[in-house]
């Protein structure tokens, strides 16, 4: 095997495995998304519930807004549909965005994870 | 200096490559299933309603009208390369349709898809289309493959098997009662000692598993046991695509654990024997891997390997342990009762 072949085998191998070793190491010690992992019905995040809630200057009271099931069904609290996820998707980056461009005059929408404290929060641009 | 030298050997030696061959087709056909999955769920993203996920936004958007040109050209790559034609160009194919898949949007990400683009990366540069396959079949020949991508490509599998124990190793999968909703079998049954057991069970069988197939002392209860783990998550979780992708994904892949140096073993049979007549002809049919050195001479059958010679049912449940039809339930045979219901049926061949 010519010497250039064997480093380049040699370099595939090592880099191969260190990404393989590391970003399953990363998801189990929490700091991904749990993406690139191997934690499929490990029941890692622990998370049962997500919601959000949607404030308006104009209005006293905030709209709650849930996920239901798989794929994800987005649901205001009169029960209507207002948006679907087919698998996992940073909400933060995603839904948020969605739902300020869906409600159009929101203030702010905030994230929250089994009914806590919002854990995030998203000015909505006039 | 030795460290060198046994790096260089490492990387230039050679084996046979039809266990990858044969690894091979079973992720190919895992592919084939997850590229119906991936039409799916794309039809999904094109809900008016649906949060698009669009992470990397110089990826050109897919759209309805090229989902089923997109769908059509994995599903010609994955054809192509589980028959084992033009496998690398076939096998780039597949890792391509899989890495857009995940490129287009954040929601496409899915673990067993991602790993079947990593068991295909790692087959494709293993030239795993080289053994059990037309392109071996249209030169006449075998070419023997390169040992380090065989190596790497098990390698994975344990982590697979060893992450997947450790993201359980938490008191919301081992102590709560997550594993209940996931199995709703053991639930039903209601007995939190059960439910305890089958929690920790799990997470030691996977740990176990991921050292097991490398010993050759276990490889073969972990042949049977993964065999059995896979089957039943099917049974208790559901017949989901993914977990059948996972599943026809892992039991082939154990294929490139057997130790398969072609010709290795010599069996030897006798015409005479009724047993070695009804039977050696199927095991000669089924040794896709081409282990065995088939030789008729008096005596009862016997196989000889490295570690020595055995005869009777054990010479046979031998070598029903290195095929690839066979390797996974083969060890149920050396169960004491079966084995001695074996042995009886042997013997009543013989007379």
């Known amino acids: ?126 | 200096m030795p460290t060198l030298g046994a790096m260089r050997d490492f990387f230039a030696a050679q084996t046979g490559g039809r266990p990858l061959g044969v690894a091979r087709v079973g992720v190919g056909m895992s592919a084939l299933l997850l590229a119906l999955v991936t039409r799916r769920d794309m039809l999904l993203l094109f809900a008016p309603d649906a949060v698009r996920g669009r992470w990397i936004p110089w990826v050109p958007d897919i759209s309805p009208d090229w989902l089923d040109v997109y769908i059509g050209l994995w599903i010609v790559a994955v054809v192509l390369f589980t028959a084992g034609m033009f496998a690398r160009w076939a096998g780039m194919a597949v890792v391509a349709c899989i890495v857009y898949r995940f490129m287009v949007d954040q929601s496409m990400y899915w673990a067993p898809i991602y790993l079947c683009g990593l068991l295909t990366l790692l087959l494709t540069i293993g030239n795993s289309g080289t053994g059990f396959s037309v392109d071996a079949w249209r030169r006449g020949g075998e070419q023997p493959v390169p040992r380090w991508p065989l190596t790497l490509y098990k390698i994975q599998i344990s982590l697979v098997y060893l992450f997947a124990a450790l993201e359980k190793m938490h008191s919301n999968f081992l102590l709560s009662d997550f594993i209940v909703q996931s199995v709703p079998l053991i639930g039903m049954l209601d007995w939190p000692p059960l439910i305890r057991l089958a929690a920790f069970g799990t997470v030691g069988f996977e740990v176990w598993l991921s050292f097991a197939l490398w010993s050759r002392r276990f490889q073969r209860w972990a042949f049977l046991l993964g065999f059995l783990f896979h089957t039943a998550i099917l049974f208790c979780i559901g017949f989901y695509a993914a977990l059948l992708a996972y599943a026809a994904m892992f039991v082939s892949s154990y294929a490139a654990f057997i130790e398969a140096v072609p010709e290795s073993r010599r069996v030897v049979w006798q015409r005479d024997d009724l047993f070695a007549r009804r039977w050696i002809p199927l095991l000669r049919r089924l040794d896709w891997l081409k282990i065995h050195r088939w030789e008729e001479e008096t005596g009862e059958l016997r196989v000889e390997t490295d570690t020595g010679a055995l005869t009777g049912w054990r010479a046979f449940t031998e070598i029903l342990a290195v095929l690839p039809a066979t390797f996974f339930w083969s060890a149920a045979l050396e169960l004491p009762l079966i084995r001695h219901a074996g042995e009886r049926f042997y013997r009543g061949y013989r007379g």
């Open chain 1, 1 to 126: 095997m010519p010497p250039f072949k064997t480093i380049l085998a040699a370099t595939f191998f090592c880099g191969y495995l260190a990404v393989q070793i590391f970003l399953p190491s990363l998801s189990w010690l929490s700091l991904s998304s749990g993406r690139w992992g191997w934690g499929m019905y490990a029941g890692r995040r622990g998370l049962s519930s997500i919601s959000y809630e949607i404030h308006f200057p104009s209005r006293p009271a905030k709209v709650a807004v849930e996920e239901y099931g798989t794929p994800v069904t987005i649901i205001e609290s009169e029960g209507k549909r207002i948006g679907s996820i087919v698998s996992t998707v940073s909400r933060r980056q995603f839904v948020l965005p969605y739902l300020c461009r869906t409600h159009p005059g929101a203030e702010w929408v905030g994230l929250r994870f089994d009914a806590q404290e919002v854990v995030d929060k998203m000015a909505c641009r006039p």
